[in-house]
T-cell receptor, first 110, second 121 residues
Framework: QSALTQPPSASGSPGQSVTISCTGTSSDIGTYNYVSWYQQHPGKAPKLMIYEVSKWPSGVPDRFSGSKSGNTASLTVSGLQAEDEADYYC??????????FGGGTKLTVL | EVQLLESGGGLVQPGGSLRLSCAASGFTFSNYGMSWVRQAPGKGLEWVSSISGSHSRAFYADSVKGRFTVSRDNSKNTLYMQMISLRAEDTALYYCAKFSGDYWGWGVDYLGQGTLVTVSS
């Protein structure tokens, strides 16, 4: 049950695109398409942004997109806006009814 | 609207016990698996435990196995977690989380605001 690996920080200017990676293993991301991404603003509960690698929950703008290749999943935020500044966490099913999260990435909008 | 309201957190000494509760509303509670996810101060999220909706099958992270027990009362729409033999490293904000299906679906779709557990002498 090792945590997924995310870069501690990422940044971009308004209007630009930024991609956050999430690296797991063949036991989690590499096997299952149950990868989710969560956005957390300071002092707030995490909010689901992407599920099943690349699907959007209702109400999430399509500026947020997800993908996966091998053992690595990615979240891309296009057309960066000030309100996108937050912490982002990935999560994956890891088999045998267990789940694993990433360490989180702090996204800064310059 | 899905609402998850945690309670029961507080300050406890190492080796002590605590029981967390999560009152759920806005969905048919018995149809969904539930989970506890924690976040230590300044750290990332960590999956702690899960319990299925209809059969109450429970699963745990290795870090809490044998010390934490998750349960649910579908008649009261409430999720619980009994924590014993608490350690300093259990200090965290504990979130109640709802899965998208009975046996997890594709994962967690909602989290509550959390309840803070502090283990310190």
């Amino acid at each position: 049950q090792s945590a997924l690996t995310q870069p501690p920080s990422a940044s971009g200017s308004p209007g630009q695109s930024v991609t956050i990676s999430c690296t797991g293993t063949s036991s989690d991301i590499g096997t299952y398409n149950y990868v989710s991404w969560y956005q957390q603003h300071p002092g707030k509960a995490p909010k689901l942004m992407i599920y099943e690698v690349s699907k959007w929950p209702s109400g999430v703008p399509d500026r947020f997109s997800g993908s996966k290749s091998g053992n690595t999943a990615s979240l891309t935020v296009s057309g960066l806006q000030a309100e996108d500044e937050a912490d982002y966490y990935c999560s994956s099913y890891a088999g045998s009814s267990t789940w694993v999260f990433g360490g989180g990435t702090k996204l800064t909008v310059l | 609207e899905v609402q998850l309201l945690e309670s029961g957190g507080g300050l406890v000494q190492p080796g002590g016990s605590l029981r967390l509760s999560c009152a759920a509303s806005g969905f048919t509670f018995s149809n969904y698996g539930m989970s506890w996810v924690r976040q230590a101060p300044g750290k990332g999220l960590e999956w702690v435990s899960s319990i299925s909706g209809s059969h109450s099958r429970a699963f745990y992270a290795d870090s809490v196995k044998g010390r934490f027990t998750v349960s649910r009362d579908n008649s009261k729409n409430t999720l619980y977690m009994q924590m014993i033999s608490l350690r300093a490293e259990d200090t965290a904000l504990y979130y109640c989380a709802k899965f998208s299906g009975d046996y997890w679906g594709w994962g967690v779709d909602y989290l509550g605001q959390g309840t803070l557990v502090t283990v310190s002498s």
